[in-house]
């Protein structure tokens, strides 16, 4: 009995502990979110249980105390009388929990109270337009798009069941730090009253949860989290980079089981990444403000093993996830904030026939051209998203790990990727225009010396040439993204790649993008003229 009255709320948090995994286990449940629900139903009637327990507590403590002053009475220099009236005043606290409760919360929310409209305006944000992403998505069927918001659809109620599980540890917390009081009281020498306050005020913010979720997203963005998330679900910025070089419509057209057909299905497969990944980057918010109120809690009772930053970059790291699609903005915005790129089009002219390998080569970059263009731009985008979180993932680590740090070359030149992948077209755009000027991407030929040939004969060089000039288009993207990739490793410490790699795929990258630009600038330098090839 004695071990019992010096560390009751050991006992009272055990059992408090097993009957929540008790009346947690679902009966029925198909996916994550009728796990939750269940478990949220479970553990509705909780408070009224503590509450329950507290007052049985409470009535051990009132006996208690009243043994103990009857001690004091009879020997008071054994027995000193704050050892009855702390025990009568812990009772009484307990006797009054849902007032220390309503306390707790106001102390933090300020007596507004907490709301959940970040929550369901996120989730209905995020379900609303995902069927209405990049319409020829829909022609897919059952497909990655498919498992993706599946995933999404089985874990929207994980919001609930975390600030369920919240909310329980903040009862917990509030019964402790009592007893954490009256334990300050009796020995001061061994339990400090910071760890009964902190416990009281820990217990108070995850009471007030939603509201510190606010608080958090409005450190990065006080424009509302719905109007932050129409860029990214409605795909504004990755569309408007995509129309840029021909867009969704050329897929589709040439036919089903073309090369080009799986290239559009492929990318039409992966739309709804943007959505998936912002709640990824959600529900990452929401375990790390719970995280970071558990690490304030340690910091105040022991702040040499956890030290404040330790609490403020969860604080922060939570809140950029909170306003990942701000953060993607933001990063968007910061290398441009217009669609810079040229019309990498022209066209072909002339003409081929027959089963040739001329008129197979025509016919492939044709197919591909316009899809290939759009899956570069839809991947560096959904690859710059990526960058975005792992950007902000960074800030949770410490300083040792040197570049890949928080304050890291590494860390910097992640979000400065991620903004480049971002507006990618806008970025070629302005390459192109630095060395070659406004105008539109020669891809069109015109034999300047043609006699001795027939006019099938001219057709057929100049599409071929043609189609040879489109082709190194699409390697110049593929050597322009490489490019980014190859910088990015060199800043992370990667020691097989080197900044002039990088910068080689760039310059490569842009001169084969403008080769018929390149060509006609050679012809004019050597003075080729009446003899070589125009390119418009």
């Not at 286990?25 to 198909?30: F, M, N």
């Not at 932050?228 to 995509?242: D, G």
């Not at 081929?352 to 290939?372: K, Q, T, W, Y």
Request: hydrophobic share 50%; net charge negative.
């Amino acid at each position: 009995m004695t071990g019992f009255m010096k560390t009751p709320y050991k006992y009272i948090a055990a059992f408090l502990g097993g009957l929540m995994l008790l009346s947690a286990t679902p009966a029925h449940a198909s996916d994550v979110s009728d796990i939750s629900a269940n478990i949220i139903a479970s553990i509705s009637n909780w408070p009224g249980l503590v509450s329950g327990v507290a007052y049985l507590i409470a009535l051990l403590f009132g006996v208690w105390g009243v043994i103990k002053l009857k001690d004091h009475v009879e020997n008071p220099g054994n027995t000193p009388l704050r050892e009855a009236v702390i025990r009568f005043a812990t009772g009484g606290a307990l006797l009054g929990l849902p007032i220390i409760y309503e306390a707790m919360e106001r102390t933090i929310s300020g007596g507004v109270p907490a709301v959940e409209t970040m929550q369901t305006n996120f989730f209905t944000g995020i379900m609303g337009p995902l069927a209405g992403i990049m319409g020829f998505a829909a022609v897919l069927g059952q497909d990655f798009n498919s498992i993706l918001e599946n995933i999404v659809q089985s874990i929207q109620d994980l919001p609930g069941l975390i600030s369920g599980g919240a909310y329980i540890i903040g009862i917990i917390l509030g019964v402790w730090g009592i007893l954490k009081l009256k334990e300050h009281v009796e020995n001061p020498g061994n339990v400090g009253l910071r760890e009964g306050i902190i416990r009281l005020l820990v217990g108070g913010a995850f009471f007030a949860l939603p509201t510190l979720y606010v608080a958090m997203f409005e450190t990065f963005d006080d424009g509302g989290i719905a109007a932050a998330l129409m860029p990214l679900v409605n795909v504004v910025l990755p569309m408007e980079a995509i129309a840029t070089i021909g867009g969704p419509s050329n897929c589709f057209t040439a036919g089903a089981g073309t090369v080009a057909t799986i290239v559009c299905n492929t990318m039409g497969s992966t739309v709804y990444m943007p959505a998936f990944l912002s709640v990824a980057s959600y529900l990452a918010g929401l375990v790390l403000a719970v995280w970071a109120l558990l690490k304030l809690r340690d910091h105040v009772i022991s702040p040499q093993n956890t030290p404040m930053w330790d609490v403020v970059v969860r604080f922060l790291a939570g809140g950029a996830f909170f306003a990942l699609p701000t953060i993607v903005e933001v990063a968007y915005n910061t290398i441009t904030d217009s669609v810079l790129a040229p019309n990498l089009n022209s066209g072909f002219n002339g003409a081929v026939s027959g089963g040739g390998l001329d008129a197979m080569m025509v016919g492939f970059v044709e197919n591909v051209f316009g899809p290939l263009l759009s899956m570069f731009s839809w991947f560096s985008f959904v690859a710059g998203m990526i960058f975005v979180i792992i950007g902000i993932s960074r800030l949770l680590k410490s300083a040792q790990e040197g570049p890949r740090g928080p304050g890291g070359i590494g860390t910097i030149m992640t979000f400065i990727t991620a903004g480049l992948l971002l507006s990618m077209n806008s970025v070629m755009g302005a390459f192109s225009n630095s060395m070659f000027g406004l105008g539109v991407g020669e891809t069109q030929v015109l034999l300047a010396y043609t006699t001795g040939m027939t006019a099938v004969e001219v057709d057929h060089v100049h599409a071929v040439m043609s189609a040879i000039l489109q082709f190194m288009i699409v390697l110049g993207y593929v050597s322009f993204i490489r490019g980014f990739f190859i910088i990015r490793g060199v800043a992370e410490g990667n020691s097989q790649a080197s900044v002039m790699a990088g910068i080689t795929h760039l310059l490569g990258g842009a001169l084969a993008v403008n080769l018929g630009s390149v060509l006609n600038a050679v012809q004019a330098t050597l003075g080729l003229v009446g003899f070589g090839v125009n390119f418009f």
